[in-house]
């Protein structure tokens, strides 16, 4: 057994599809969704659940059953136990899975204390990255650069809790797909058997011609990305900054709400969602500045927030299309605006309104102006640009293995990407947790204009 600081390595596996149903060999091209993921950070999360049971029984039963649950998952689930595939002469990459393909699977014990780990308090990223695994590394096969895309561990916290650690390249699914994954994997190992699940389950659908592409945007992202050469996966390494959750309730949801509608009464429909993010990007922004004595306050501020084109496509797309289907709604405010003690969350969510309903009522659709996605995230200063991950609309915290209800979902790579996660409430399901990851200096002071201006809106 492999040990590492607070961790040992229990048992380091492969898992594919069960050899009795063998997966037809098979290969996913990529749409204009997924191009733009090539080179992007690895998403990681973390999923922790409560586990009353001692190591042995962790060995003897739990890890043969999630084994045995995750081969029949990824018989639905193929491409996670596949490779991106970068042919010779900078060809056009594609997701291949070939009979025999499998998914890294590492059991690992931790010493860490379960309930620091899970609360909403500040914690440092450090102590949340032995619980997430390296991608294995690329390989070259005639030619061919071959890239994993998913690897999974789970962490034992004997007599108190267990984890599941992911680590995903984006190119291969968005947080719609990726939940689906886990919550089948999840009923799967609950229910002992598969066939009772699937009576109830949407499992994937893979067809990519219905992705229509008239105006060649895939191939203009193509261009563009085709000229980076992959470079391989690199080390995830933890920065020195803390992870918090922070809870905005259904009732400070409806009091912002109100508050809003006072001061905008003319911006249309304001959801929850727009709100809880309004308000934290204003927050992180007021930290900053106030952290910093290098503020412009001329200079703009950017909010890049992910729409779900699925039932906004022409033809639509079924909730259960497998892959990328996000469109980046972009949000700009000058910073003297969103910084003001008074109107800062106001003018964010007038101007998060009014850019997300540009989005979604264009009468050109949500893919107007798509050929330009990636040239505009790449022009945005990145020190002054939050994003968002994840869903409340995922409903996460109903996501059962057997071992009963969720207790806390990380997401840990919003530590490198300079975003925010976003999750339904663990006891409300109208409430949001949001996660945010910042120096300690910074926390400490969002922390404070955080919790001081719900207060103001009360």
């Known amino acids: 057994m492999a040990s590492t600081e607070m961790v040992t390595v229990l048992e380091e596996c492969r898992v594919s599809p069960p050899s009795s149903t063998a997966v037809d060999e098979k290969s996913l091209p990529l749409t204009f969704f997924d191009i733009p993921w090539i080179h992007q950070h690895l998403v990681q999360s973390v999923f922790f659940y409560e586990y009353p049971h001692p190591k042995t029984h962790f060995i003897e039963t739990t890890i043969p059953a999630l084994k045995h649950s995750l081969s029949l998952t990824l018989k639905h689930f193929y491409p996670f136990a596949g490779n991106l595939l970068f042919p010779p002469n900078l060809g056009k990459p594609q997701i291949h899975y070939a009979d025999g393909d499998s998914v890294s699977l590492t059991f690992v014990?931790?010493?860490?204390?379960?309930?620091?780990?899970?609360?909403?308090?500040?914690r440092d990223v450090a102590r949340l990255h032995p619980l997430i695994p390296?991608?294995?590394p690329v390989s070259v096969s005639n030619d061919t650069l071959v890239a994993p895309l998913v690897a999974i561990q789970v962490t034992l916290f004997p007599n108190s809790g267990i984890s599941f650690g992911f680590t995903t390249n984006h190119v291969v699914a968005d947080g719609n797909t990726f939940i689906r994954f886990v919550r089948l994997w999840a009923s799967i190992n609950k229910l002992g058997e598969e066939s009772m699940t699937l009576e109830g389950a949407i499992l994937p659908f893979y067809d990519?011609?219905?992705v229509k592409d008239s105006?060649?945007?895939?191939?203009?992202?193509?261009q563009h990305m085709g000229k980076k050469k992959f470079g391989g996966y690199q080390p995830q390494l933890p920065t020195n900054n803390v992870l918090g959750t922070f809870l905005l309730s259904q009732a400070h949801l409806q009091r912002l709400k109100r508050w809003v509608m006072v001061q905008c009464p003319?911006?249309?429909?304001?959801?929850?969602?727009?709100?809880?993010?309004?308000?934290?990007?204003?927050?992180?922004?007021?930290?900053?500045?106030?952290?910093?004595?290098?503020?412009?306050e001329n200079e703009l501020q950017h909010f890049v927030f992910p729409v779900d084109c699925r039932a906004r496509l022409n033809p639509p797309?079924?909730?259960?299309?497998?892959?990328?289907?996000?469109?980046?709604?972009?949000?700009?405010?000058k910073s003297t605006q969103l910084i003001d003690d008074e109107d800062g969350f106001v003018a964010a969510v007038n101007a998060m309104g009014e850019a997300l309903g540009k989005t979604l009522q264009n009468e050109e659709g949500v893919l107007r102006g798509a050929e330009k996605w990636l040239s505009?995230?790449?022009?945005?200063?990145?020190?002054?640009?939050?994003?968002?991950?994840?869903?409340?609309?995922?409903?996460?915290?109903?996501?059962?293995?057997?071992?009963?209800?969720?207790?806390?979902r990380e997401m840990i790579s919003i530590d490198e990407t300079n975003s925010i996660s976003l999750h339904e409430g663990k006891t409300n399901m109208g409430?949001?947790?949001?996660?945010?990851?910042?120096?300690?200096?910074?926390m400490d002071v969002f922390a404070s204009i955080f919790a001081n201006g719900l207060k103001v809106y009360d």
Request: hydrophobic share 40%.
């Open 208 to 210: 990519r011609t219905m």
């Open 376 to 408: 505009d995230l790449e022009s945005l200063n990145k020190e002054r640009t939050l994003g968002a991950s994840a869903s409340p609309k995922f409903a996460v915290y109903n996501i059962d293995f057997g071992f009963g209800r969720l207790q806390k």
């Open 317 to 333: 797309l079924p909730e259960n299309y497998f892959g990328n289907c996000l469109a980046p709604c972009f949000v700009a405010i």
């Open 109 to 122: 014990e931790s010493s860490d204390d379960f309930s620091y780990l899970t609360a909403n308090h500040q």
């Open 266 to 296: 003319k911006l249309p429909h304001v959801s929850s969602l727009t709100v809880a993010c309004s308000y934290t990007w204003a927050c992180v922004a007021k930290a900053r500045a106030r952290s910093s004595d290098e503020v412009d």
């Open 134 to 136: 390296q991608m294995p």
């Open 431 to 442: 409430d949001i947790e949001v996660g945010v990851a910042l120096p300690k200096m910074t």
């Open 215 to 222: 105006n060649g945007v895939g191939s203009i992202f193509w």
